[in-house]
């Protein structure tokens, strides 16, 4: 069974930056995709950026310009660079994995907190 574990949350000021971080159990190149989703009280839960194996990376537009999904091969371990901050940024960040061969994993979650 595939663990995700997140870490790198916390509370910032608008306009700060925070590094995510997810660390698989497994090697990261297992996967087809990492990514990173999050949901904010009240609301669906959304994508904000995703990579591939090969490296592609897809991101939502409401954090084009702002954020930076990587991965390092050798820590299994992917993070999300945060950048200038919003309060809207405020949501629950999970991490997530698929292969075909174990379907899709999730993390427990790391809550984000933006004041203004």
């Known amino acids: 069974q595939v663990q995700l574990v997140e870490s790198g949350g916390g509370l910032v000021q608008a306009g700060g930056s925070l590094r995510l971080s997810c660390a698989a159990s497994?090697?990261?190149?297992?996967?087809?995709?990492m990514g990173w989703y999050r949901q904010a009280p009240g609301k669906q839960r959304e994508l904000v950026a995703a990579?591939?194996?090969?490296?592609?990376?897809n991101y939502a537009d409401s954090v084009k310009g702002r954020f930076t999904i990587s991965g390092d091969n050798a820590k299994n371990t992917v993070y999300l660079q945060m950048n200038s901050l919003k309060t809207e940024d405020t949501a629950l960040y999970y991490c997530?994995?698929?292969?075909?061969?174990?379907?899709?994993?999730w993390g427990q979650g790391t809550q984000v907190t933006v004041s203004s």
């Open positions: 997530n994995a698929f292969s075909f061969s174990r379907g899709t994993s």
């Open positions: 990579i591939t194996r090969g490296g592609t990376t």
């Open positions: 497994v090697s990261i190149s297992s996967f087809s995709t």
